[in-house]
């Protein structure tokens, strides 16, 4: 079974850029997450998916970041326009939607962005 | 709100020591509880997943035991080995439309 893939694996731009992020999630799998790590700190929600639905934005920064999930398949996130603090690894999840399921979440190998 | 907490923040140990680390939750009011590895510049790998009805799940050298009503969990590593060195996330899950919340982690440095 393949796992989550995301690209880029590395991403450098000046403040005020934009950039997007992509991912692909196991397949079936109808739950989708973007979180943001910042170096010493645990990952922290952006976004949560259901299907093609969002479930949970409360703490995506609406004004420069945006995120779809066209089909209920890939996703992507956007920043326009990135701050220094936007410097992190953007790390996409997935899991099954099934009830009664364990509620594992499998991670990519995320983003790491770096704003100059 | 759920916090998570992972102390100490980092941690040294001579190969071939036993060693515990330790995560507490501040809401006991949980689905599930998951063990991370986090290797320099990649993603999360997991390690173990203790559903809120079980106490404890083991992987090869790894044991991870769960006290919900104390809101902790430990993770117990075996005769450790260098290529253990690694950061250790724990992360809580409180409901089917939730979120994993997730401690800063304890960065393990396993010396030769």
């Known amino acids: 079974e393949a796992g989550v893939a995301q690209s880029p694996r590395y991403k450098i731009i000046e403040k005020r850029q934009s950039v997007a992020f992509w991912c692909n999630p196991i397949?079936?799998?109808?739950?989708l997450y973007w979180y943001q790590q910042i170096l010493g700190q645990g990952p922290k929600l952006l976004i949560q998916?259901?299907?093609?639905?969002?479930?949970?934005d409360s703490q995506l920064p609406k004004d420069r970041f945006s995120a779809e999930r066209l089909k209920g398949v890939d996703s992507t996130l956007k920043i326009q326009p990135a701050k220094l603090e936007d410097s992190a690894v953007y790390l996409c999840?997935?899991?099954?939607?099934?009830?009664?399921?364990?509620?594992?979440?499998?991670f990519g190998p995320g983003t790491r962005l770096t704003v100059t | 709100k759920q916090e998570v907490t992972q102390i100490p923040a980092a941690l040294s140990v001579p190969e071939g020591e036993n060693l515990v680390l330790n995560c507490s939750f501040t809401?006991?009011?949980?689905?599930?509880l998951q063990w991370f590895r986090q290797d320099p510049g990649k993603g999360l790998t997991s390690l173990l997943l203790?559903?809120?009805?079980?106490r404890e799940q083991t992987s090869g050298r790894l044991n991870a035991s769960l006290d919900k009503s104390s809101g902790r969990s430990t993770l117990y590593i075996a005769a450790s080995q260098p290529g253990d060195s690694a950061t250790y996330l724990c992360?809580?899950?409180?409901?089917?439309?939730?979120?994993?919340?997730f401690g800063k982690g304890i960065t393990l440095s396993v010396r030769p």
């Open positions: 203790i559903q809120s009805s079980q």
């Open positions: 397949s079936g799998h109808a739950t």
């Open positions: 999840a997935s899991r099954t939607g099934l009830a009664g399921a364990r509620y594992e979440q499998y």
């Open positions: 809401d006991s009011a949980i689905y599930n």
């Open positions: 992360a809580v899950f409180t409901g089917a439309n939730s979120k994993l919340t």
């Open positions: 998916f259901q299907n093609n639905g969002v479930v949970d």
